[in-house]
């Protein structure tokens, strides 16, 4: 049998406009005069041009290859004009999916491909350091260039089910990343933390027992781990997380539609060695939507439902304030006070997520 080919070509931009992204000193959320570390204003912009055949052999085999091509283009305004400039970079991105249907039902899958991860502007071209604005080394120059973009190539195997009320796909996957890097919460910097692996399995749910009700539920787990630990600091990837739970369910009926989701974020390891983690948290959110007609629907959206007290991102690292300058054992401390050489003190810095929010969408279309 001639097999069939269904050959796809596009192209896309994507440009991100930060106008200000800033670094302060703060007491209690307000900025201390002349406390303005980094404002600086980034322009990010992906092109992108991409091509792939699917190749139907037989009733059973598909055979996916595809080519992508980006080039970005990132640029920064920074607050100390030494630490503003441009770098654009392209990479060639290969990726391949084998798909064999054993039944109507079922079918196992194989995925590669290779992708990249864009590095924050300010670690490529910054030659000083935002808080001290003195160079990170004699020569000007970073002490760790940091590359505008970083290669990633992944591996997936799965298996899925499907029939007019289940669908079920279970996968494992790999992904090796060139680089990783480690944010430094104090200075507002970056540094490159080395290649790393990381390996993991997803269980995706859909049941739609009637035609009007949907429930989906998506557990993942996953481990990050550096390939090398040159420094014997650990080989544990800081922020890495290794459990997510999504579970929600679904009412879409001709005049109005209702939808609950839970989301949980297991506990993130925030140091290489392993023995500090950030709490988990778990969030609810609902949406509520009137079709009022073919045209125009009102939609309410409640984020955070119970108003869970939980954090966007925790950071642990050695910071000191004027309660740490206060106390005398941490003030002669020459290992912690950063006036005598010292690191500060080690502690969990963290952004509070979004409190209960309410928002109210009125939408219109074809008018």
Do not use: C
């Amino acid at each position: 049998m001639t097999p069939r080919t269904e050959t796809t070509v596009g192209i896309g931009v994507r440009n991100d406009n930060v106008a200000v992204n800033g670094l302060y000193l703060t007491n209690s959320r307000n900025h201390l005069p002349g406390g303005t570390l980094s404002n600086d204003h980034i322009v990010l912009r992906d092109s992108s041009a991409y091509a792939q055949s699917r190749i139907q052999v037989g009733s059973k085999l598909r055979v996916t290859p595809g080519l992508r091509l980006d080039i970005v283009n990132q640029s920064v305004g920074a607050f100390d004009p030494a630490n503003s400039g441009k770098a654009t970079e392209a990479l060639l991105l290969p990726k391949f999916a084998l798909a064999y249907a054993s039944s109507p039902h079922e079918e196992f899958y194989l995925d590669f491909g290779e992708s990249f991860h864009s590095n924050d502007v300010r670690g490529v071209i910054g030659v000083d350091d935002p808080q001290t604005h003195a160079p990170f080394d004699p020569t000007g120059a970073p002490t760790q260039f940091n590359s505008p973009l970083t290669r990633g190539s992944g591996e997936e195997i799965g298996y899925r089910y499907s029939s007019p009320k289940i669908t079920t796909t279970f996968s494992a996957f790999q992904l090796l990343l060139a680089n990783e890097l480690i944010f430094d919460g104090d200075h507002g910097t970056t540094s490159v933390g080395g290649p790393d692996v990381r390996r993991g399995v997803e269980l995706s749910n859909f049941y739609t027992p009637a035609n009007w009700l949907t429930f989906d539920a998506d557990l993942a787990t996953t481990t990050a781990r550096f390939i090398a630990d040159p420094l014997h600091q650990g080989t544990g990837v800081p922020e890495s997380l290794a459990g997510v739970v999504s579970l929600g369910a679904t009412v879409d009926e001709p005049r109005y539609a209702a939808s609950l989701r839970m989301r949980y974020f297991g506990p993130r390891q925030l140091d290489q060695v392993g023995d500090v983690k950030s709490p988990p948290s778990t969030t609810f959110n609902t949406q509520l939507t009137s079709k009022m007609n073919k045209h125009t629907s009102l939609t309410l959206d409640v984020f955070n439902i119970f108003n869970a007290n939980t954090a966007d991102v925790t950071y642990y690292y050695g910071s000191w304030t004027k309660q740490d300058a206060a106390n005398p054992t941490l003030a002669n401390d020459m290992t912690v006070n950063p006036a005598l050489g010292g690191a500060g003190v080690n502690d969990f810095h963290f952004h509070p997520s979004q409190a209960r929010t309410v928002r109210l969408t009125l939408s219109t279309a074809g008018l």
